[in-house]
C-alpha cells in the first residue's frame, strides 16, 4: 500500500519560512519522481516543484529563488524548504510520486495535504 505523508505546515507570518516533509512508503522510491503541488481554494492545484531521483529540480516561476526542493533517498523522503513566504502561497500543499519507468510508468500517487497559511 502506497503512502505519502506531509508534515511541517502551519501558520506563518509574510517573510517568514517553513519546511515541508513527505514520508514515502510502499514504493520503490528512486523509481519516482517526486514533486510538491499546493491548490488555494477555488482555484486549481498547480505544480510548485519536482526532483527526479538524480536530485534535478523543477520549479514554477512563482516559487524560484524562494522554494528549495530535495530529498533523500536513503530515507524515502523528499523536503520543501520555503523561504520569503508570501500570502500567496497559502495553499493546501501536497506530496506526489510519479513511476517513472516499468509497466506502472505514469502512475501517480498523492498525500492528503498539509495547511500552509501565510499572514500576519
Known amino acids: 500500500q502506497v503512502q505519502l505523508v506531509e508534515s511541517g505546515g502551519g501558520l506563518v507570518r509574510p517573510g517568514g519560512s517553513l519546511r515541508l516533509s513527505c514520508a514515502a512508503s510502499?514504493?520503490?522510491?528512486?523509481?519516482?519522481?517526486m514533486g510538491w503541488y499546493r491548490q488555494a481554494p477555488g482555484t486549481q492545484r498547480e505544480l510548485v516543484a519536482t526532483?527526479?531521483?538524480?536530485?534535478?529540480?523543477n520549479y514554477v516561476d512563482a516559487v524560484k529563488g524562494r522554494f528549495t526542493i530535495s530529498r533523500d533517498n536513503a530515507k524515502d523522503t523528499v523536503s520543501l524548504l520555503m523561504d520569503s513566504l508570501k500570502p500567496e502561497d497559502t495553499a493546501v500543499y501536497y506530496c506526489n510520486a510519479k513511476t517513472l519507468s516499468g509497466r506502472n510508468r505514469g502512475n501517480q500517487y498523492w498525500g492528503l495535504g498539509t495547511q500552509v497559511t501565510v499572514s500576519s
Open positions: 510502499g514504493i520503490i522510491f528512486t523509481a519516482h519522481g
Open positions: 526532483i527526479t531521483p538524480s536530485g534535478n529540480t
